[in-house]
Structures are given as structure tokens and as C-alpha cells.
């Protein structure tokens, strides 16, 4: 599918640097903060299983489609493919993790995805989807065949040669403000950078606690027109720890019409686009992630809104 596709350099400070700022956010909203720049450890091992190695080797974000292919009404058009989205951030050869919605013409309802794969010679699919169990009372989650590269509607990708090299290693434990994570990490650097972009992805692991997180229904069949319309379609539940969780985010849009931060995970059994942590007394995150260099904006909507970003 040919697809309009523009690209951006991101602001690219030392990896020391993006520490000590992640880690002076980190430290108002949790107990225990702690950032260092650390090699990668082998990714592929316990506790996170991932498809690649590490997050190093011409590191960039993809921004694939957006809310509006999904609110108020789906379009059903909009499916991608993740082994062309490799292709099209000019790296074939890809480890590829991330948020987005799964490939409905495979699983055959709207689903999460956690996107985790290897593509091009060595391709490998570690991605997951989360639905709605046929009673519509739980969910549930399963691996994507090697072949399925699929996904649908939007993503927010982070892509790398999955090579070894300097990581930031984040720790943060005991919540004391009323932030998420991935937002702390964010706004510290928003805060901080201001109108200079910077592109983080990556991986963490929530070790203790759960978390709210959600996963989206089949479309729906009214339009949603509002956030409070879209609450009320998506699937809430509380996803206990262990989950490992695959997520990007931007200090700030440089005018692509960016989802600014995205992340879902996956537990033994559950699954789903995370919110935040709901056990602040015990919620305990350990991540690697790595700065990216360019930001990739893939079939972008013409009309835009910013309902559904949460
Ligand atoms: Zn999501």
C-alpha cells in the first residue's frame, strides 16, 4: 500500500545527560529513582524474552497511521505491515518493538498489539495480541504466527538493528505522585528540551504491583465522538505483575501530529494498553531504552483530532 511517509531528525543530547533529567523526574514521583547508562543486556533473555538482542544500531520511531483511522468511525482500509514499515524507515533489517492495534484481518476482531519482531532475513515474531474472550467477560492474549507481521489503524514503533550498545537502565519503585512512568519520563524531558524533540523507546518490566490497562473492544458499531465516549467502548482491568511492556515516547511533536507517548504490555495470561499503575505502595519498574535519531510519520491523517491519545 503506498502510504505518504515524512521523516524528522530528533535532538539527540548525550545519554548522561537524558539520565540525570529522567532521573530528577523520576525522583518526584517515586521513592526509589534511579538512571543509569549502562551495555544492553541481552534482551532476548529472562524477564523480558524479546525477539532482539539489544536497542542499539541506527535507532529511529515510527508513528504509523493514528486515532482518527479508529474514532469516530473505523477505517477499515488502514492495515499495515510491520515488515514495511521496516522498509519504509529505510532499515529492513529490523528489531521492532511497540504499541498498536493488531491486524484485525487475521484475528478477526480489534485487538492490542505488542509488537515484537525481527524482520527482514532473520525474521522472527515475538508479537502479542490482546481481545476480548468470546463471553466478552475477560480477555485474553496470544502470539502472532511467525509469517503474521500485521497490524492495523496506528502504531507507535521503535526500531533498531537490535545490536548491542549504551542503554539507559531505569529504576524507579514506590510511587509517590499521582504520574504514570512513562509520562514522569516524558515531561522531565519536555521540561527540560522544551521545543527540541527527543524519541525514546524501549522496554520495561513492572515486577510488583498491576496496573490499569485496557483493550479495545471490537469497533464500534455507533461513533464515538468524545473521550468519555471512548471510555465507555474500551475494556478496563487491572493486569497484575509480571508484565513486560514495549513503549515509545516524544519529548514533544515537532508538528507531525504525534501520539507523544504509547506503550502496552503482556503478563503470562493478560494483556493491554497500559495507563498507569494502580498499587503505588508497592509498583516497582525496571526499563532499557535507547534515544532515537529520527522520527518516521507514516500515512498520517489529513483530518486530525485529539480524542483517543490517552
Ligand atoms: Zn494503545
Known amino acids: 500500500m503506498a502510504s505518504a511517509i515524512e521523516n524528522s531528525p530528533l535532538h539527540l543530547p548525550p545519554l548522561e545527560e537524558v539520565a540525570r533529567i529522567i532521573e530528577e523526574g523520576l525522583a518526584k514521583n517515586f521513592k526509589v529513582a534511579k538512571v543509569e547508562v549502562i551495555e544492553c543486556p541481552d534482551l532476548t533473555q529472562a524477564p523480558f524474552g524479546l525477539v532482539g538482542r539489544g536497542l542499539g544500531g541506527s535507532p529511529r520511531l515510527a508513528d504509523v497511521g493514528g486515532p482518527p483511522y479508529l474514532i469516530p468511525v473505523v477505517k477499515k482500509e488502514k492495515v499495515y505491515d510491520i515488515a514495511t514499515v521496516a522498509k519504509n524507515i529505510d532499515l529492513q533489517d529490523a528489531f521492532i518493538v511497540g504499541a498498536g492495534a493488531g491486524p484485525f484481518p487475521y484475528v478477526g476482531t480489534n485487538s492490542e498489539m505488542m509488537a515484537n519482531v525481527l524482520t527482514g532475513e532473520k525474521l522472527c515474531n515475538g508479537t502479542r495480541i490482546s481481545k476480548l474472550s468470546d463471553c466478552q467477560a475477560g480477555h485474553v492474549v496470544e502470539q502472532l504466527p511467525t509469517a503474521e507481521t500485521g497490524c492495523a489503524l496506528l502504531a507507535n514503533l521503535f526500531a533498531s538493528k537490535g545490536e548491542p550498545g549504551t542503554v539507559l537502565h531505569v529504576k524507579a519503585q514506590l510511587r509517590t505522585g499521582d504520574q504514570n512512568f512513562v509520562s514522569c519520563m516524558r515531561e522531565a524531558l519536555r521540561d527540560h528540551y522544551g521545543k527540541k524533540p527527543v524519541g525514546v523507546g524501549g522496554t520495561f518490566l513492572m515486577a510488583k504491583g498491576s496496573a490499569k490497562c485496557h483493550v479495545m473492544p471490537d469497533f464500534s ?59 503505588p505502595n508497592s509498583v516497582e519498574y525496571e526499563g532499557y531504552f535507547n534515544l532515537a535519531e529520527y522520527i518516521y510519520r507514516i500515512d498520517r491523517p489529513q483530518t486530525t483530532h485529539n480524542i483517543g491519545r490517552d
Open 221 to 279: 458499531t455507533t461513533p464515538l465522538n468524545s473521550d468519555d465516549e471512548v471510555a465507555n467502548w474500551l475494556r478496563f482491568f487491572e493486569m497484575p505483575a509480571p508484565m513486560v511492556f514495549l513503549s515509545t515516547f516524544v519529548s514533544h511533536d515537532p508538528g507531525l501530529d504525534l501520539r507523544v507517548e504509547h506503550s502496552h504490555g503482556f503478563g503470562s495470561a493478560h494483556g493491554g494498553h497500559y495507563h498507569y499503575d494502580t498499587t
